[in-house]
């Protein structure tokens, strides 16, 4: 099984690169040296990730938003809050973690997740359902959605079977 946390992690720099591509290929009429210098970070960052130094490169990513916000340039990407951060670089990650599986595998954790939303929903439709069991459900369905972000259909398929035991209880057709 590919490295999913790698794949994370590639994806975070990957997400910063499109972002700070996109901003410093439109015209914004900002002031042309910080945008410059902006430039040249990126394409140091661009440097350092592809010869696998991963650490320096996150860096000059760390860099180029200072130097944005020292700068005062008002059209340039904000650092993004942490679980935003952690949001987009799981969206990322899934887009290439795909593109390592076969296709039977990737219809295996599509599946799990289609069961995964329709037993979710299900629940959500039930009208007297306390807060103490909706927390559950919720808690139940965000481990299995991280381990289909980690492609990891064995721990999902776990957290499937915890939701079906608590939907037997509650009476609702998985």
Request: with cysteine.
């Amino acid at each position: 099984m590919p490295d999913a946390y790698g794949f994370l992690l590639d994806a975070e720099l990957s997400k910063a690169f499109d972002v700070w591509s996109g901003y410093l290929n439109s015209r914004t009429g900002e002031d042309t040296g910080a945008r410059a210098r902006l430039r040249d970070l990126l394409e140091a960052a661009r440097t350092a990730a592809a010869d696998d130094e991963l650490a320096p490169a996150r860096a000059l990513v760390a860099e180029m938003y200072d130097e944005a916000e020292a700068a005062g340039l008002p059209w340039a990407p904000a650092r993004p809050a942490p679980e935003e951060a952690d949001r987009e670089a799981r969206d990322y990650a899934k887009d290439e973690l795909r593109k390592v599986f076969t296709v039977r595998r990737r219809e295996e954790l599509d599946s799990i997740g289609i069961y995964l939303s329709v037993t979710r929903r299900r629940f959500r439709a039930l009208p007297d359902l306390d807060a103490a069991t909706r927390r559950d459900i919720d808690y139940i369905c965000a481990r299995a959605g991280m381990a289909l972000d980690l492609a990891h259909a064995t721990a999902a398929r776990r957290e499937l079977e915890r939701l079906e035991a608590l939907a037997r209880r509650l009476g609702v057709k998985p």
